[in-house]
């Protein structure tokens, strides 16, 4: 009974220091990290704001995420974005806006930390060449971040076999709640190649590269006035592409690389899209289909596994991460569970260009 209490508790504490929810003691640092989801391909304006606009006209996309469920009170976050570009005329010479908007809930844990989050984006896209386009994008918003201490279990509480709710937890009455919230911004540049709109037909190519800088102003997020605690920066690297082999077989490999305060961030892999039908080219009752299944690896994390159905403009996407970090004792190799659901225009079954391109 004692090992697996202090198993349980050991637990607990670990996973409130992934919160953020004490100060940095004892040589540990704490600090939250910033969300991240595992179909980071889902979440374009959360990885880099240079992303609005530049891959369709128009793109919306709902996520939610649930893990930790067998460790503790599951780490949930739903998601939802929109992005669009502003281009009114295809033959334009020089480029064109973009803009996008984004807004986030994350609950993590028996502390019921919970961040609410918007942010709008702004991006300008230049014009390469016919198949070419660099994007410059900024982004500003504000998060709001609240937590509940009252279904805490404390050292103090721990009577040498087994917790103890009698027992004091040695906190003042008045850390019960805690609530703060502050600006944030980013930046990020995009570069993004496509040689032809149809990209899901045939041996068709589209790669978009990037770059991004988040929390630019570095915001405090210490909660107790203890000590002085910034957001560290982050920085996102990612590359993703949609890669025709033949009328049947689609690639869309994913790699990111991330770096905030010590802590780094390398997931890769790839899902393989079966095409069932293409569209018409000459109707719109027609409507393309696909399916498809993919495997990503986080470093030193978890196994990442997928599915997919694309039909005409709308996606359904569904992940489950197979725990392979030290935690997976506890957690019985079981991380999250992912769902996204994805609109875009014009469709990638070809039919009608996007306003995105110059050709």
Known sequence: MRNKTTSTFIKLLFLSLMCGLFPPFGGIEGGCQDIHLSQANMTPLLVNPANAGS??????????????????????????????????????????????????????GASQMKTNQVNLSGAYHINLNSKNT????????????????????????????????????????????????SADFTSGLVWTYRNDEGYLSGKKMLINSGF????????????QALVQDELHYRWIFHTNAIVGLNEKYTLLPYFLFSRQGTVNEIMFGSDVLYMFKQASKYTKNNK???????????WNDAIILSTMLQYDSYTIAFSYD??????????????????????????????????????
């Open 55 to 108: 891959e369709y006209t128009i793109r919306g996309i709902l996520n939610y995420r649930s893990q930790w469920g067998s460790v503790s009170e599951p780490f949930t976050t739903m998601m939802a974005s929109y992005d669009m570009n502003f281009k009114t005329t295809r033959n334009s010479k020089t480029g064109y806006f973009a803009g996008g908007i984004y807004l986030f809930s994350d609950k993590a």
């Open 134 to 181: 660099l994007g410059l994008g900024v982004q500003g918003g504000y998060f709001q971040r609240s937590a509940n201490t009252n279904n805490l279990t404390w050292g103090s509480q721990f009577d040498g076999y087994e917790y103890n709710q009698t027992y004091s937890t040695g906190e003042s009455p008045d850390f019960t709640g805690i609530s703060f919230g």
């Open 212 to 223: 991004s800088l988040h929390h630019l102003t570095k915001p405090e997020i210490e909660t």
């Open 288 to 298: 393309g289909m696909a399916v498809g299944m993919g495997a990503f690896y986080r």
């Open 322 to 359: 197979i725990n392979s970090s030290s935690l997976n004792e506890a957690s019985n190799k079981r991380g999250a569970y992912e769902l996204a659901i994805r609109y875009v225009y014009p469709n990638p079954f070809g039919g009608i260009k996007s306003k995105s391109r110059f050709n």
